[in-house]
């Protein structure tokens, strides 16, 4: 295993399309939550900023930064289709499961540690332009850290739609779909069950370990659950695709 994940370090840090995915992944979160909190200290009129509202500002570029993680964890995959690599990968390490887990080990680690290192500049960089009068350190670090789990979430449930569909414009259109298109549909939904299928679904779930958002029941730490569920369904498909399918 430890040669797979080797391997798989090697690849991921020695494609250009991956290394500049991951820098645009911390430039939008950097830039974003910088603009947008100098927009906001300007449109502020002298009047104080609570901490959470600082907070909230600097990781505005969240949204987008998902969608770049996405990509990335589509590329992982579907990048070796596209080439054909996949073949010389899967006659390396003819145990497909053991391939993709290290795949999903080094992906996993990567994305965790330059969501997390993103979201802490994001956060610094806001905070020292919008100078809230006090700043409460959980909710800093709480936001800090569920910023990097969920954009590894974000990255994790790409890869699972790469590995299923192995097409990477398909992949790359189905998680903008189920990212950010549906989750806002859903809050269109009439009733009581249309609230729950919208509170409980991907990334309406999943930004609860960032931020709470008011009239959703799940807590941070359940709502990222359920949004790990998706994942997990998405990741655990596309692998028994890829046990069954020719490469």
């Known amino acids: 295993m430890t040669n797979i994940l080797r391997s798989e370090w090697t690849k991921i840090r020695s494609v250009r399309s991956t290394v500049w995915t991951l820098a645009v992944t911390a430039l939008l979160m950097i830039g974003l939550g910088g603009l947008l909190s100098?927009?906001?200290?300007?449109?502020?009129?002298?009047?104080?900023?609570?901490?959470?509202?600082?907070?909230?500002?600097?990781?505005?570029?969240?949204?987008?930064?998902?969608?770049?993680?996405?990509?990335?964890?589509?590329l992982v995959i579907s990048?070796?289709?596209?080439?054909?690599?996949?073949?010389?990968?899967?006659?390396?390490?003819?145990?497909?499961?053991?391939?993709?887990?290290?795949?999903?080990?080094?992906?996993?680690?990567?994305?965790?540690?330059?969501?997390?290192?993103?979201?802490?500049?994001?956060?610094?960089?806001?905070?020292?332009?919008?100078?809230?009068?006090?700043?409460?350190?959980?909710?800093?670090?709480?936001?800090?850290?569920?910023?990097?789990?969920?954009?590894?979430?974000?990255?994790?449930?790409?890869l699972g739609l790469g590995t299923l569909i192995r097409h990477t414009p398909g992949a790359i259109v189905s998680a903008i779909a189920l990212m950010l298109v549906l989750p806002q549909l859903t809050s269109a939904l009439p009733g009581e069950w249309g609230k729950a299928v919208a509170d409980h679904f991907?990334?309406?779930?999943?930004?609860?370990?960032?931020?709470?958002?008011?009239?959703?029941?799940?807590?941070?730490?359940?709502?990222?659950?359920?949004?790990?569920?998706w994942v997990a369904a998405a990741v655990v498909a596309g692998a028994v695709l890829m046990q069954r399918r020719d490469a």
């Open 38 to 74: 100098v927009a906001s200290r300007a449109t502020a009129g002298g009047q104080p900023i609570t901490g959470d509202q600082a907070v909230m500002t600097s990781l505005t570029g969240l949204m987008f930064a998902s969608l770049s993680m996405a990509t990335l964890g589509v």
């Open 79 to 158: 990048s070796e289709y596209r080439t054909g690599g996949i073949r010389t990968s899967l006659l390396a390490v003819p145990r497909r499961m053991r391939l993709l887990t290290g795949k999903i080990v080094v992906f996993t680690v990567t994305a965790l540690v330059v969501s997390t290192v993103a979201a802490a500049a994001a956060v610094a960089v806001g905070l020292a332009i919008l100078r809230p009068g006090s700043v409460d350190p959980g909710t800093v670090a709480q936001s800090v850290f569920g910023a990097g789990l969920y954009l590894t979430a974000c990255g994790l449930f790409g």
């Open 202 to 229: 991907t990334t309406n779930a999943g930004l609860e370990i960032v931020l709470d958002q008011p009239g959703n029941p799940l807590g941070p730490w359940s709502g990222l659950g359920v949004y790990a569920l």
